[in-house]
């Protein structure tokens, strides 16, 4: 690569990343405000004895791990009923709170 390619190249302007990026795909963190306040949660699938959930915090590829026996009870459901089901809740770090069924 000769000295005027380099000149060249660094006059373009960058490309922009594609839409359909990590960035801001549909499994992309998105900043969830206030977060002492409930948001919408919903429960992907069961593995082992622990539930995974999707909230503003954990996309689909990194989703929130947590006891499906006691978020079965919070919510009152059977452990086997949990999958799909929405909820709302707090998310405190790698907890839920105040978990309640939604309206």
Not at 77 to 94: I, M, T
């Amino acid at each position: 690569m000769t000295e005027d390619d380099i000149r060249r190249l660094m006059a373009h302007e960058p490309t922009r990343s594609s839409e359909d990026s990590w960035e801001h795909g549909p499994d992309a963190v998105r900043d969830a405000g206030d977060p002492s306040a409930r948001v919408e949660a919903r429960v992907l699938l069961l593995f082992g004895d622990q539930a995974e959930v999707l909230t503003p915090h954990h996309g689909a590829l990194d989703p929130l791990r947590v006891p499906a026996a006691k978020l079965a009870d919070e919510l009152g459901v059977e452990v086997a009923q949990l999958p799909g089901v929405r909820f709302l809740a707090v998310v405190d770090g790698d907890e839920l709170r105040e978990v309640v069924p939604m309206p």
